[in-house]
């Protein structure tokens, strides 16, 4: 056995970069090779706390693992001497200790269980994200890793769909169809050549879920994938990702080739007779191609549309043959499910929706990150509890769920339980996995336009109802924001939504009216006022708010006069208090985010009337 | 020419396959950062397929671009995270600063500015990125810094 070495992690998926990882990861090589100390340096993918990115953990040999956030370039010399020379963990950046075996090492310092970000959540999925180096098989293997598909080749394929089927695992990509049952069907399809595919296309904004589990433990999904061709009888899988995840692609690779190293891919897979592999296609930038006949359509390599079904893709799909197409979140829980069994897998959850969720916690919350939790908790927990409310102090407004094809739900929802059902019901969908909070700053109206301008743009064209439907919903909200509103709009577009949402051929034009049905049916006061008082509550919408300055509290320093890029601001100097033109101005916000004396506000119409009153 | 030459060393990789044209106009977008029209009209006769068919395609999906782009790819996220956090004041910034509008380049094809719908990193919202570098919580006057200051003129 040789000696344990400290360990350093640092997590290096797309969050940790963005927050510069890379400048940490230099700083600490550099530590080392100055000290020449005996340190393994892991690069992990996303542990799931990106409001503390960058994230570096410390390992000494025997003893709990210590968190660090929020770590500068600057902060890993102190790391070092204290903690790793020491011993002695630096306190005023800890976020939290995760105990080996159950002890706790470090007195006054929280363990992950306490933390409010962690408590609540169930971590099986990703509990391996964050721990592992994912461009390492042998890590993966040390966590169990393809142990369930050895235990899969040694079943009849119809034992792996009844222990799916008992797990009663619905499809994590938004539809929430039973994977047990779409394996069973495309398994009885009648035919030489299936194929099997994964679905990675995932162009939700606000959603980087399986950005994150390609990017931190690629093989689960991998492992998950092969056992799904065994049991339909597949000898080829494609996993269809979007090209704007190079990261991604780079870590899929290396991962493909190392199971192919290790017999886990390819042919005679561990002795078995079974073959299979597995390609990479990547995606060209449409939205519509998540939609998996489309998806299809661009794998053959041809314009990404979708067509009608039936024919569902298990009787004929890829290049014509049964497929079976699963999301990657799906994937990555068939290896669990395998291991600890259907029946154990579906005690956690609702009666309807087993298991766990992975959401991506994004927007205005103090926590924002990756997070798992059983199915059935409530908004209120994921928002207050894990999230840790709102940033800033400011007011809960919505959370949106399920990107352009789910809804904003608002305070009346909050104890809605997260199942597949609950939400549907309450006019979201469970969604491949958003979740975007929104504060009081943020208008409803202009999130629904927000996300008609987007479905507008990705829309393939091929059905008249989304092509033009989408196009005259956006001229509408458009104007609505823009103070142009009309009476008879909100009638006008709840039957336009409807009629997209009925006659649409495919996913996308029947779910891109959510957004703006959930916010009539929950923010219908906010539409009302942008139509009848011109006015927008939020002061989100720029044509409807004016900036001014408070002249008592302006300093005269002039950071205003000189950030304006509209040169609308007059005075500001000399002891003269600024004063901004109507008529140049053009409320991009610039001189209020500068302003540190407060003197500029920003007013609605209400106000202004409210002004004049007192004026008077 | 040059772009026949390594059109044609794309097009060989796939043999010839008319099923793989998208893979290999993928691989020429790598390659050139744009499709020229060149190897479009090589690809066609290499792979018998109609132009109709490629222009059909280049047209359909976001990512392939006819005209030659800037040295540097600023694109600015404006996903639902990042639009929530102010994201639309961050593309008004850099169309100020670069003074071009979103998906045009820049007259000294030194940068191209895109507005993106989201890049996953929703987490450090609002995000940018200018060709591999990924930056987090941007304010309009970080990503003024970061267009000047990074030396990607160099």
Known sequence: MNKEKIKVFIGMATCGRAAGAQAVLDAAKYEIAQKQLAIEIIETGCIGMCSKEVLLDVVLPGKSRVTYGNVTPQDVPVIFSEHIEKGLPVKKLIVGQLPVDSKINYEQIACYGSLPFMAKQKRQIIKRCGEINPEKIDDYLAFAGYKALSKVLKMSPEAIIKEIEDSQLRGR??????????????????????????????????????????????????????????????????????????????????????????????????????????????????????????????????????????????????????????????????????????????????????GTKIFALTGKVNNTGMIEVPMGITIREIVFDIGQGIADNKKFKAVQIGGPSGGCLGHTNLDTPIDYDSLTQAGAIMGSGGCVVMDEDTCMVDIARYFMDFIQNESCGKCVPCRIGSKRMLEILTRICQGDGREKDLVLLEELANNVKALSLCGLGKTSANPILSTLRYFKDEYIAHIKEKRCPAKACKKLIQYRVVALNCKTCSLCVKVCSSNAIEGGAKGVAAFILDGKCVSCGACFEKCPHNAIVVTDANDFLRDKETQL | MDYIKKTKRIVDKYNNDKEAVLDILQDVQEEFGYVPKESVAYIASACSVNLSRLFGILTFYSQFYLSPRGKNILKVCCGTACHVKGAERNLAKAEEVLNIKDGQTSADRMYTLEKIACMGACGLAPVVTINKDVYGHVTPERIDKIIKNKGYRE
């Open chain 1, 173 to 354: 990509g938004g539809g929430g169809f039973l994977t047990g049952l779409k394996w069973s069907i495309c398994a009885s399809a009648q035919s030489e050549i299936k194929y099997m595919i994964c679905n990675a296309d995932e162009g939700d904004p606000g959603a980087f879920m399986d950005r994150s589990l390609l990017e931190s433990d690629p093989h689960s999904v991998i492992e998950g994938i092969i056992i799904g061709c065994f049991a339909i009888g597949a000898a080829e899988g494609y996993i269809y990702i979007r090209s704007e995840y190079p990261l991604a692609v780079e870590r899929l690779k290396i991962a493909i080739k190392q199971a192919e190293e290790r017999g886990f891919l390819g042919k005679n897979i561990l002795g078995s007779g079974f073959n299979c592999n597995l390609k990479i296609k990547k995606g060209s930038g449409a939205f519509v191609c998540g939609e998996e006949t489309a998806l299809m359509a661009s794998i053959e390599g041809r314009r990404g549309m979708p067509r009608p079904r039936p024919p569902f893709p298990a009787e004929v799909g890829l290049w014509g043959k049964p497929t079976n197409i699963n999301n990657v979140e799906t994937f990555a829980n068939v290896p669990l499910i395998i291991l600890e069994g259907g029946k154990t897998y579906a005690q956690t959850g609702t009666l309807k929706s087993k």
